[in-house]
Nanobody, 124 residues
């Protein structure tokens, strides 16, 4: 059973970088054919996909966030991280990490395992 757990600061000041880590247990983040994703839900809104990193370290970001987003892995600790720079209060949301399956065609399934989510508030 794969389990994911988000961690990081719950409060970030505007213009700073939001950094979160997802710790994975029950499976390696380098296992083919899986990807590891960050998704958020702003208050009163739907889910917004931020980006993903696959088992080989390739990254894909939402076009609206790509200039400010970085996702990386720490394979020794079986973790992956999100860094979102120059945040504004609009980045306030519950942030989730999740796992899904990639296909050779480049398509991918929706995530099948999710973390419980962590609230991040951007405020001075």
């Amino acid at each position: 059973q794969v389990q994911l757990q988000e961690s990081g600061p719950g409060l970030v000041k505007p213009s700073q970088t939001l950094s979160l880590t997802c710790t994975v247990s029950g499976g390696s983040i380098t296992t083919n054919p899986y990807y590891w994703s960050w998704i958020r839900r702003p208050p009163g809104k739907g889910l917004e996909w931020i980006g993903l990193i696959d088992y080989g370290g390739n990254t894909y970001y939402s076009p609206s966030l790509t200039s400010r987003t970085s996702i990386s892995t720490d394979t020794s600790n079986n973790q992956f991280s999100l860094h979102l720079s120059s945040v504004t209060p609009e980045a306030t949301a519950v942030y989730y990490c999740a796992r899904g399956r990639l296909y050779y065609s480049g398509s991918f399934d929706p995530p099948d395992y999710w973390g419980q989510g962590t609230q991040v508030t951007v405020s001075s």
